[in-house]
Structure formats: structure tokens, C-alpha cells
């Protein structure tokens, strides 16, 4: 069964630093990995999604990468701003014929400092 | 934009009540889903729709649970008999294929 986790579970930082998110899953096939953004009290807002053929997309300040075989992903947010503050989450999907039945990881709460 | 569209966006029920929570995807999208949150966890994938029939459910997705698409626009997620364990956001999303998904902003179930 694929777990997904993502470390750390929160993280604050200064404005203008960058920000690095991490996650993690078991089962290394996956069809695709997608990056959501889930305000307070809100729906989820796609960031990024990355092929399993893929090793990265960028969309802004916004970096994602992926390696397939050692089950891991990061975010990366350049030059932070308080803007950005949310929970991130990243999630998996195993297959085409599965579609979007994602696996989520817990999210990390991100807060970013004036 | 095109937006995936919720109601209600709070609703409270009594335990043992029906429930019926509605969304309407975004137009052109054929696949719709619905996930659910309970406060303090993971997002949790309940049940996937495609032509009018579902194509993949999880372990959640009991006899207690239904999906429908009454009309051209609408997509529902009914809890026949709820729960106090059923209290949670449920979040109706839809995609085109199994790309980018497309999430609503939520119904909120409380049940007393």
C-alpha cells in the first residue's frame, strides 16, 4: 500500500529566504506526483505536476523535482514571501487507469515572515 | 476561470440523518472524484466517476455511500446514514484525464 510523507511537517521562515519541501513515498510505481497549495479552511490549488517520465517542472518561482526510483520529491519555493504561507501538499497517483485516485501526504505547514 | 463549485459549504446533521452534498465540475472535465478530510489528517481519496459509472472507490466508500450524476451539470456524494466518524470536509474535484485536478472549496458535515 503507498505511504506518502512529507517532512517537515511545518516549517517558518523569514521573508525572502527559500523554501525547500520534501516528500516521500513508498511505491515506486507511480504514474504522476502532483504539488497542491490548501489555504486555511480552503479547496487545494494545483502547483505543479510531474510525469513519472519527468525529473522536474517549474512554473515561476516554483521547482519541482522528482526521483521516481528512490521515491522522492521536493518543492522548491524561491525568494519567500508571505503570500506563500499555507499548507503544501504533495500526492501521488499509481497509475493512467487509476486517474487522480491520489495518495496524499500530510502536507507542511509553511509560514513565512515579513 | 473555470471553477469546481460546492454546496452546502457547512452543513450540521444529526447522526442517522441522510446527506447530500452537491458540486458541479468544471464543464468540459469527465472525470470527477470525491476526497474527503478529516480535521487534523490526510486527504483521503473516497471515489472516482467516469461515464457515468464509478471506475475506482476506496476502502471508505461503503454501502453507506453513493455517487450520482443526475443531469448534465451536477455531481452529488449522498451518506445515507451518517456517522459521528463521518464528519469531515468533502472536496468534489475533476479533471480532464488524469492530469491536473481540479478541487472545489469544500463542504464542511458536522454530525451531532
Known amino acids: 500500500k503507498q505511504e506518502v510523507t512529507q517532512i517537515p511537517a511545518a516549517l517558518s521562515v523569514p521573508e525572502g529566504e527559500n523554501l525547500v519541501l520534501n516528500c516521500s513515498f513508498t511505491?515506486?510505481?507511480?504514474?504522476?506526483l502532483q504539488w497542491f497549495r490548501q489555504d486555511p479552511g480552503k479547496g487545494l490549488t494545483s502547483l505543479l505536476l510531474i510525469q513519472s517520465s519527468q525529473r522536474e517542472q517549474t512554473s515561476g518561482r516554483l521547482n519541482a523535482s522528482l526521483d521516481k526510483s528512490s521515491g522522492r520529491s521536493t518543492l522548491y519555493i524561491a525568494a519567500s514571501q508571505p503570500g506563500d504561507s499555507a499548507t503544501y501538499l504533495c500526492?501521488?497517483?499509481?497509475?493512467?487507469?487509476?486517474?487522480?485516485?491520489?495518495?496524499f501526504g500530510g502536507g507542511t505547514r509553511v509560514l513565512v515572515k515579513p | 476561470e473555470p471553477e469546481v463549485t460546492q454546496t452546502p459549504s457547512h452543513q450540521v446533521t444529526q447522526m442517522g440523518q441522510e446527506v447530500i452534498l452537491r458540486c458541479v465540475p468544471i464543464?468540459?472535465?469527465?472525470?470527477f472524484y470525491w476526497y474527503r478530510q478529516i480535521l487534523g489528517q490526510k486527504v483521503e481519496f473516497l471515489v472516482s466517476f467516469y461515464n457515468n459509472e464509478i471506475s475506482e472507490k476506496s476502502e471508505i466508500f461503503d454501502d453507506q455511500f453513493s455517487v450520482e450524476r443526475p443531469d448534465g451539470s451536477n455531481f452529488t456524494l449522498k451518506i445515507r446514514s451518517t456517522k459521528l466518524e463521518d464528519s469531515a470536509m468533502y472536496f468534489c474535484a475533476s479533471s480532464e484525464l488524469a492530469g491536473e485536478l481540479f478541487f472545489g472549496e469544500g463542504s464542511r458535515l458536522t454530525v451531532l
Open positions: 500526492a501521488v497517483s499509481p497509475s493512467e487507469a487509476a486517474g487522480n485516485k491520489l495518495t
Open positions: 464543464s468540459n472535465h469527465l472525470y
Open positions: 511505491d515506486s510505481a507511480i504514474y504522476n
